[in-house]
């Protein structure tokens, strides 16, 4: 059996990882999203961006994989597993996911925003978070930024591919902690319901793609990943 995961920054939350649209606790309600992440945001300030990123890939070190992480996981003894993620954290293949696909880019991957050189260089310490922060250059005289993929930008080729692929062959698509508004990820729960494969969305909020899911499920990912695959035959029944 085939099973697709896409997952969202709520399966991350409970390992205390900010959401992006959770207003109480996303990361954005404190900051400007299209003033962080953005490539416009990139030119005007790169110092106010390099320094958040930075801190959210220090922040990375303090946090662990959840159960629903681990769940994911541990799915690999009993299926084949495909993991479509949008987040840039590396807490799936931290809990052992081997088929990780990132289609907004990583934390842990940075590039000359010039040459495109992949940068191999120490990152500059960051124990606390700061607004602004130069970030190292590259020799070619351009500058170093994270590998994510910011709005305007489009997503990376191969991670697009094996999404796409890893979609299509499952024989069910497990959809959680995504607010299901940004495409073209949104876009792969609709392509398996045009296939014909069952959605299962995992998310204590109603999104957009509840009213099409096969089964929406109103729980946590830390609550709900753990026992889903043995509810599976119950729930597609
Ligand atoms: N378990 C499961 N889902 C949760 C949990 C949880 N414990 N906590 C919150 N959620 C849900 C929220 O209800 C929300 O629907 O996770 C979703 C998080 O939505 P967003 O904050 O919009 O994050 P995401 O869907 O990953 O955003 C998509 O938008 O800004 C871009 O590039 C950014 O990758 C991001 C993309």
Known sequence: ???????????????????????????????????????????????????????RHYMMESVQPNNGHLAVA????????????QNVDNLHERAGSRNVYHLHGSLFEFRCDACGSPFEGDLPAMPEPVASADPPQCPCGGLIRPNVV??????????????????????????????????PAAGLPELALANGTPVIEVNPERTPLSDAATVTLRETAASALPGLLQRLPALLR
Do not use: C
């Open 150 to 183: 910011w709005f305007g930008e489009a997503l990376p080729e191969d991670a697009w591919q094996r999404s796409v692929d890893a979609v299509t062959n499952a024989d069910v698509v497990i959809v959680v902690g995504t607010s299901s508004i940004v495409y």
């Open 74 to 85: 541990a799915w690999q003894d009993h299926a084949q597993v495909h993991v479509v993620t």
């Open 1 to 55: 059996m085939q099973v697709t995961v896409l997952s969202g920054a709520g399966i991350s939350a409970e390992s205390g990882v900010p959401t992006f649209r959770d207003v109480e606790t996303g990361l954005w309600a404190k900051v400007d999203p299209y003033e962080i992440s953005s490539s416009q945001g990139w030119q005007a300030h790169p110092e106010k961006v390099w320094a958040w990123y930075l801190w």
